[in-house]
């Protein structure tokens, strides 16, 4: 039940793109992502709803194909900011069940 | 500040010890969520409770129990503690659908 992620981590330059991707076994309601940097709790980035809709969180985007059962992030020209450790959450209906993926660690290097 | 309370912030125990881990939720989340998190791990899903009702179970172990009180407040008891119970314990709360907001966790130390 437990969403996976790929890759398991990414090293970047200040200014590169990356792709986080997140697949499930079962169907779909939404997708949420957080990013969790060491040693503190997730921070909520954005949540995707049935319907492939795209959001985006200042160059952070993400899109949501529920009938393949994935979703994927893009950081786009990225920020020493953005390093952390990215986890998708697959939630079942009313938002029970709330089950995460094992992290993408993202190390962005100046 | 997530609006999400978790107290102790800190606890060192010993093997075979009982611990209490307490969560006070965002005023108005029915939602309690407890996560595992072992050292540069992911969140392990233990349980979760709406409204005072056991709502979903993860691989939560026998030794451990939770339970919501009615003014939503949560507490997970880890009992017979081994040396690998030791990590950080998250507790998240949310309305019936949007975000989690998570604690700042309870890091838990077994000697």
């Known amino acids: 039940q437990q969403p996976v992620q790929s890759p398991q981590a990414v090293i970047l330059r200040e200014g590169e793109d990356a792709v986080i991707n997140c697949s499930s076994s079962?169907?779909?309601?939404?997708v949420h992502w957080y990013r969790q940097k060491h040693g503190e709790a997730p921070i909520f980035l954005m949540i995707?709803?049935?319907?492939?809709e795209q959001k985006g969180h200042d160059k952070i985007s993400a899109s949501f194909n529920e009938k393949k059962q994935q979703s994927s992030l893009y950081l786009t020209a990225s920020q020493l900011s953005y390093s952390g450790t990215y986890f998708c959450?697959?939630?079942?209906?009313?938002?029970?069940?709330?089950?995460f993926g094992a992290g993408t660690r993202l190390t962005v290097k100046p | 500040d997530s609006g999400v309370t978790q107290t102790p912030k800190h606890l060192i125990t010993a093997t075979g010890q009982r611990v209490t881990l307490r969560c006070s939720p965002r005023?108005?989340?029915?939602?309690v969520y407890w996560y595992q998190q072992s050292l540069d791990q992911g969140l392990q899903f233990l349980i979760q409770?709406?409204?005072?009702?056991?709502?979903a179970k993860g691989n939560i172990l026998e030794r451990f129990s939770a339970q919501q009180f009615p003014d939503l407040h949560s507490e997970l008891n880890l009992s017979s503690l081994e040396l690998g119970d030791s990590a950080l314990y998250f507790c998240?709360?949310?309305?019936?659908?949007?975000?989690?907001?998570f604690g700042e966790g309870s890091r838990l130390t077994v000697l």
């Open positions: 005023s108005g989340d029915l939602s």
């Open positions: 409770y709406y409204n005072g009702e056991e709502r």
């Open positions: 959450g697959t939630p079942g209906g009313n938002n029970n069940d709330m089950r």
């Open positions: 079962k169907a779909l309601y939404s």
């Open positions: 998240a709360s949310s309305k019936t659908a949007g975000e989690l907001f």
């Open positions: 995707l709803l049935k319907g492939g």
